[in-house]
């Protein structure tokens, strides 16, 4: 297994009700989560906004600590590991970001923002491994010299791919990562990353609102609502037949390109 | 049918000349609802903003007509064109939370055009506000009017918006991508209420959109845009069945659904690219011509 994932819990101070004088009040994000990520499996996480689907991304990478329960990565549990412990694993595990603009330092060309963690981790041959990562997701490798804003949307969805799998990692955590791209740019970006995870024998965690992308790049889906699972099952399944009542108002609920389509 | 909204060769442009609307005709009747679709970029937005004259300050209208229930708005002096803009026309934008200021409560912000533009009364336009705001199904309208927008959902402030733009029965709507930043769940809600309300009133609606699926619920026709130019322009129900041009057929194709899982996603190819790019290029030797 790569990811087991036991009764997790996660609350956050709520800011917005915080009194002047002591602690804000905490707010459950996640409510008991329980599932498995399989080695080589390419896992959707679908929900609504606040549905915890990015909180429970956070807190598999330990970006955020959970409040109970476990989070076990490839055998070791990491739920409570200080960050000095977990360095030598976040190799392993990367993120991709929603928004390319502000996940990519502006002032660094695409060279450099490729090469940061490969520094970090103490790789040799950077250079080498830069211009490697830029072929692999279909980039050319003059681009290592430019900067993110000369860069279509999906130009620097690919660099964020490029940083992430220069790691070599294991796992890889996709954020709602073409929620803001044009169509023709989603193609290519979902389509890359099918033979990326095909080719480099990845795992991929996909945070997505849209069932349809989800339905194109998964092989198992977990259904999130108000941070609990309500439904988990292989893509094909629970396409097919959704059982939670939460999954069937989300797979009505979206606008298929199709006149006859009873919809409103 | 006579169209309320008649567009002529719309020409917008950088104030350094390079073109952002190319020659843009399109027409929509009173009670019909016409969708804009194309990708970031292609010019949908400028289009309602050029109607409702809030271009960005760098752009500007270069040539063409936009005629508004039988008068051409660009022959009007401007303040006389903001007037009649002001009482029949208004914008239902995309995100709810910029579009409402954040330090105001909700009521004045919804009663304000009413009495500042259109001189009603305090009273009437209070009035007529709570009537809207149970109309777009918000519960205990009364106690929404006194919140701030910090206090609601995304989709209630869209429902607001809604409410706030249907408030001076306009003819004209211009919906900018109204439900891009809501849940599925919730578009679905909105775009039945817009559709509700859009019919009960009789207004045109000018949808402007990225979502071919919400565009095959809601409109009537459509023109898709590229680089500013309408390369197609359709009856909704025979784009989806036989887009013509190969650039339409290219991004239906793009768009994943659920129903389809084995057909591999084809991302716009570069002979499509060039194609329409060509055309662009035809049109713009011709108008320099």
Same mark, same amino acid.
């Given at each position: 297994?790569?990811?087991? #994932?036991?009764?997790?819990?996660? =609350?956050?101070?709520?800011?917005?009700?915080?009194?002047?004088?002591?602690?804000?009040?905490?707010?459950?994000?996640?409510?008991?989560?329980?599932?498995?990520?399989?080695k080589?499996?390419?896992?959707?996480?679908?929900?609504?906004?606040?549905?915890?689907?990015?909180?429970?991304?956070?807190?598999m990478?330990r970006?955020?600590?959970?409040?109970?329960?476990?989070?076990?990565?490839?055998?070791?549990?990491?739920?409570?590991?200080?960050?000095?412990?977990?360095?030598?694993?976040?190799?392993?595990?990367?993120?991709?970001?929603?928004?390319?603009?502000?996940? &990519?330092?502006?002032?660094?060309?695409v060279?450099?923002?490729?090469?940061?963690?490969?520094? &970090?981790?103490?790789?040799?041959?950077?250079?080498?491994?830069?211009?490697?990562?830029?072929?692999?997701?279909?980039?050319?490798?003059?681009?290592?010299?430019?900067y993110?804003?000369?860069? =279509?949307?999906?130009?620097?969805?690919?660099?964020?791919?490029?940083r992430?799998?220069?790691?070599?990692?294991?796992?890889?955590?996709?954020?709602?990562?073409?929620s803001?791209l044009?169509?023709?740019?989603?193609?290519? !970006?979902?389509?890359?990353?099918?033979?990326?995870?095909?080719?480099?024998?990845?795992?991929?965690?996909?945070?997505?609102?849209?069932?349809s992308?989800?339905?194109?790049?998964?092989?198992?889906?977990? !259904?999130?609502?108000?941070?609990v699972?309500?439904?988990?099952a292989?893509?094909?399944?629970?396409?097919?037949?959704?059982?939670?009542?939460?999954?069937?108002?989300?797979?009505?609920?979206?606008?298929?390109?199709?006149?006859?389509?009873?919809? /409103? | 049918?006579k169209?309320?909204?008649?567009?002529?060769?719309?020409?917008?442009?950088?104030?350094?000349?390079?073109?952002?609307?190319r020659?843009?005709?399109?027409?929509?009747?009173?009670?019909?609802?016409?969708?804009l679709?194309?990708e970031?970029?292609?010019?949908?937005?400028?289009?309602?903003?050029?109607?409702?004259?809030?271009?960005p300050?760098a752009?500007?209208?270069?040539?063409?007509?936009?005629?508004?229930?039988?008068?051409?708005?660009?022959?009007?002096?401007?303040?006389?064109?903001?007037r009649?803009?002001?009482?029949?026309?208004?914008?239902?934008?995309?995100?709810?939370?910029?579009? /409402?200021?954040?330090?105001?409560?909700?009521?004045?912000?919804?009663?304000?055009?009413?009495?500042?533009?259109?001189?009603? =009364?305090?009273?009437?336009?209070?009035?007529?506000? /709570?009537?809207?705001?149970?109309?777009?199904?918000?519960?205990?309208?009364?106690?929404?009017?006194?919140?701030?927008?910090?206090?609601?959902?995304?989709?209630?402030?869209?429902?607001?918006?809604?409410?706030?733009?249907?408030?001076a029965?306009?003819?004209? #709507?211009?919906?900018?991508?109204?439900?891009?930043?809501?849940?599925?769940?919730?578009?679905?809600?909105?775009?039945? &209420?817009?559709?509700?309300?859009?019919?009960?009133?009789?207004?045109? /609606?000018?949808?402007?959109t990225?979502?071919?699926?919400?565009?095959s619920?809601?409109c009537?026709?459509?023109? !898709?845009?590229?680089?500013?130019k309408?390369?197609?322009?359709?009856?909704?129900?025979?784009?989806?069945?036989?887009?013509?041009?190969?650039?339409?057929?290219?991004?239906?194709?793009?768009?994943?659904?659920?129903?389809?899982?084995?057909?591999?996603?084809?991302?716009?190819?570069?002979?499509?690219?060039?194609? !329409?790019?060509?055309?662009?290029?035809?049109?713009?030797?011709?108008?320099?011509?």
């Open positions: 297994m790569m990811y087991q #994932i036991k009764d997790l819990h996660l =609350s956050l101070p709520d800011m917005t009700r915080k009194p002047l004088l002591g602690p804000a009040p905490r707010i459950e994000i996640l409510k008991g989560l329980t599932f498995d990520v399989p080589g499996a390419v896992l959707g996480i679908v929900g609504g906004s606040g549905s915890g689907k990015s909180t429970l991304g956070r807190a990478l970006l955020l600590e959970p409040t109970a329960g476990e989070v076990v990565f490839d055998g070791q549990t990491i739920t409570h590991l200080s960050e000095n412990a977990l360095r030598p694993l976040r190799r392993r595990f990367q993120m991709i970001f929603q928004d390319p603009m502000s996940s &990519l330092n502006p002032r660094r060309r060279g450099g923002i490729i090469a940061g963690p490969l520094h &970090l981790h103490g790789f040799d041959g950077v250079p080498g491994r830069v211009a490697e990562a830029l072929d692999m997701v279909g980039l050319p490798r003059h681009f290592s010299r430019r993110p804003h000369e860069l =279509s949307g999906g130009q620097r969805q690919r660099v964020g791919i490029a992430a799998i220069a790691l070599q990692p294991d796992f890889i955590l996709a954020d709602e990562i073409v803001g044009d169509v023709s740019s989603q193609a290519q !970006v979902l389509n890359l990353l099918g033979e990326l995870v095909r080719d480099l024998g990845l795992t991929l965690a996909f945070i997505s609102h849209d069932l992308v989800i339905r194109r790049l998964c092989n198992r889906v977990v !259904v999130l609502h108000q941070g699972i309500v439904e988990e292989e893509t094909a399944r629970l396409f097919d037949a959704p059982k939670a009542r939460y999954t069937q108002e989300l797979l009505q609920a979206i606008p298929l390109p199709d006149p006859f389509q009873k919809w /409103l | 049918m169209s309320f909204l008649s567009i002529r060769n719309l020409s917008v442009r950088l104030k350094n000349g390079s073109p952002i609307l020659s843009v005709s399109l027409d929509v009747a009173a009670g019909q609802v016409h969708g679709v194309g970031s970029g292609a010019g949908k937005s400028m289009i309602g903003k050029a109607v409702l004259g809030t271009l300050r752009l500007s209208v270069s040539g063409g007509e936009i005629w508004l229930d039988g008068t051409d708005l660009m022959s009007l002096p401007p303040a006389e064109r903001r009649r803009i002001g009482a029949t026309a208004a914008l239902i934008p995309q995100d709810p939370l910029t579009a /409402l200021n954040p330090s105001k409560r909700i009521g004045p912000q919804i009663t304000r055009r009413l009495v500042d533009i259109l001189g009603w =009364s305090k009273q009437d336009a209070q009035d007529r506000a /709570l009537e809207l705001l149970g109309e777009v199904h918000i519960p205990d309208p009364a106690r929404v009017m006194r919140n701030y927008p910090h206090e609601l959902s995304g989709g209630m402030r869209q429902r607001i918006l809604i409410a706030s733009a249907f408030a029965e306009p003819r004209l #709507i211009i919906a900018d991508e109204p439900t891009t930043a809501l849940d599925v769940t919730v578009q679905k809600q909105i775009l039945r &209420l817009i559709a509700d309300m859009q019919t009960r009133h009789g207004t045109a /609606l000018l949808f402007v990225h979502d071919l699926g919400v565009v619920k809601v009537d026709t459509l023109s !898709v845009l590229y680089a500013g309408v390369v197609e322009e359709a009856r909704m129900h025979r784009f989806f069945m036989r887009p013509i041009h190969p650039y339409s057929a290219a991004l239906l194709a793009a768009t994943p659904t659920y129903t389809d899982p084995t057909g591999s996603l084809t991302p716009v190819s570069q002979e499509v690219i060039d194609g !329409v790019e060509a055309e662009v290029a035809q049109h713009d030797a011709r108008r320099a011509r």
